[in-house]
């Protein structure tokens, strides 16, 4: 039996695993986005059987037949017999066959089995194969079955190891650049500075063009460049310059975009990209675009959860900007209804999320509500884990947000109150200093503060007990685990953490574990940004803030600078101005009365806040 087409080329782990291979040397680049050690070529043998003689089981390789007119010898092959007018038809046949055999052996396709051959090991593999193995590994999320947004988890189906272009630039620019921090080596470093020089200038050329801006691979590459800031600590992961393109090319693709699982994923993360900028820059320009994840999360309580963190950015940037001063009292008091009940919103998605996980995503633990993750033993997966680090990161922006704004109101009450008494001992008889205008701090946010300040603390405990589920180092039932791609959840959830190691309410304890796991996610899994400046606790920053050359320090750490100066006044609090973690929950008790502000009816606060039998209010502002 002769084989009857051309045998393959490829490397031995594609030709197993029956793929095209892209026969890169000195290693496959296809076997690296799979995820395993290419183990290199071979010499390619063609076997024969020897037709009807020979057992059709006994395949053997042809040997080099005997010069004509030679002897048969070992060969076991006769030689060609050059009387041409007695040759039958099968040595006819025999001829033909080994001059075919002859041309083959000169190609090199022939080996005899008495002939030394030499063992030749695997070639090393590129830097380029090493970075990209190690890349997709650890930083991209297997794809889920039950279509639940991971990090990257389509990319190693996008990647074209034959291509050069933009997509594959902007993969191996992050990926050498995680190379660099896992093994060193200047050479990841310099390639990766070079990968990025060509992923910007092809960026630049498809959005001029807008031919294919809107395409899979164009999102996906500026979530990548995104990426790339993370790995190396450049602007502490700042997004940066990318917001606006990723905003404008996002809204650009419309809502169709969530039909396909991918486009979903690429949806999730460019929106946690965008908040991102948005709270580090206090502009909420690009926080949703086209207002998709606003419409379509009635149906989706994932959608609706970004579409919550996008308007807490929001309502933080109107509650503390500068401009907040000019609103008249009624405007003042329908932004604070608007808080309460985003926070309102944040309680009701745990129940609904909870049933929506049930009903979808077969196999996975449901969110749960405020305080139960620290305070319970379930188990939950990596991705669930994530979300709910996501979502209790922006509900507690929202609440020390509130805080803050009831601080800034206070202080400026004092100081008028202040300024008003130096008048009076100035001038003990004029009677317009008592008739003077005071801002009086809002009676039910101050009633409201010590909740708030509870659930900060709650908040705080939620998300760092999901850490370990996050990076897999729980498994199910508790037993000890670990996760190849932790490196996917750390991307995720790196600023969020950060937010917990500059936070004025958390504890010494929370800020000890909190300051724990960023050093692990920088030293221990390359994500360089879990160090950068801007949000650590320990920056000693000036009215000015931390300036690097490139990242300045945010209003975030400006207010917790106030409120650790303000909250360390107070007494009855912890060092960082923190109820103990075994104090019991208050209910909240509403004043008497309340000036110029309506109330409207009362609430039961959900027993996993800890205020099972008690009422607490959430006051509507009414004008």
Known sequence: MVFPGRFSTGCLRCRQRKVKCDEAKPSCRRCCIYGKPCPGYTDQFQFRHRGSQSSPWSAVLVPEPAPAGGKQGQTGVA?????????????????????????????????????????????????????????????????????????????????????????????????????????????????????????????QEIIRSEDQATDDKVITSILLLCTLKDISGEAAGDPGEHAPGLFYLIEKRGPEQIVTSRGAELLFLALIRLQVYSFLHDDDTYVDPGAIATAWGVFDPLLRALAMMSRTVSLRNRLLSPDHALLDPQEQAALLQSC?????????????????????????????????????????????????????????????????????QQHQYEQQQQHQ??????????????????????????????????????????????????????????????????????IVIVQSIRLVASCALASPEQL?????????????????????????????????????????????????????????????????????????????????????????????SPPALGLAGEEWFLPPYVG
């Open 79 to 203: 030689g060609p017999d050059h009387r041409r007018g007695s040759q039958s038809p099968r040595e006819d046949q025999q001829q033909q066959q080994q001059q075919e055999e002859q041309r083959q052996r000169q190609a090199g396709q022939i080996v005899r089995w008495d002939q030394p051959v030499d063992i030749v090991r695997a070639p090393d593999p590129s830097y380029d194969d090493v970075s990209l193995f190690y890349f997709v590994r650890r930083f991209v999320s297997p794809n889920p079955e039950d279509g639940f947004p991971g990090h990257l988890s389509f990319l190693p189906s996008m990647y074209d190891s034959r291509s050069q272009g933009l997509l594959e630039n902007a993969t191996l620019c992050v990926a050498q650049m995680a190379a660099y921090n896992k093994f060193g080596g200047e050479k990841f470093r310099v390639q990766s500075y070079r990968h990025y020089g060509r992923a910007i200038r092809m960026l």
């Open 340 to 408: 309460f009940e985003t926070l309102d919103d944040f309680h009701n998605w745990d129940a609904e999320a909870a049933a929506y996980w049930r009903n979808t995503f077969e196999g996975r633990t449901t969110p749960t509500a405020l305080g139960e993750v620290a305070a319970g033993t379930t188990h939950y997966d990596p991705e669930t884990a994530c979300i709910i680090i996501l979502v209790r990161s922006e509900r507690l922006i929202l609440l020390m947000s509130m805080i803050a704004y009831h601080h800034y």
């Open 421 to 490: 008494h130096q008048q009076q001992q100035q001038q003990p008889g004029d009677s317009s200093i008592h008739n003077s205008s005071s801002t009086i701090p809002d009676p039910c946010l101050t009633a409201c503060v010590p909740i708030l300040e509870q659930h900060v603390h709650l908040a705080i405990e939620d998300m760092l007990a999901s850490v370990p589920y996050a990076l897999g180092d729980v498994g199910p039932g508790g037993a000890p685990g670990t996760l190849a791609h932790d490196g996917a959840a750390a």
């Open 512 to 604: 000890r574990r909190a300051t724990a796991v960023l050093a692990r996610l920088d030293a221990g899994i390359g994500i360089r940004a879990a160090a950068g400046p801007g949000l650590r606790v320990d920056e000693q920053e000036g009215e000015e803030g931390v300036d690097d050359g490139v990242v300045k320090s945010s209003r975030w750490m400006r207010e917790q600078k106030f409120l650790r100066e303000r909250l360390a006044a107070r007494g009855g609090l912890g060092a960082m101005g923190t109820p103990p973690a075994s104090a019991p929950l208050l209910p909240l008790a509403l004043p008497d009365a309340a000036p110029a502000v309506g109330w409207g009816p009362e609430l039961t």
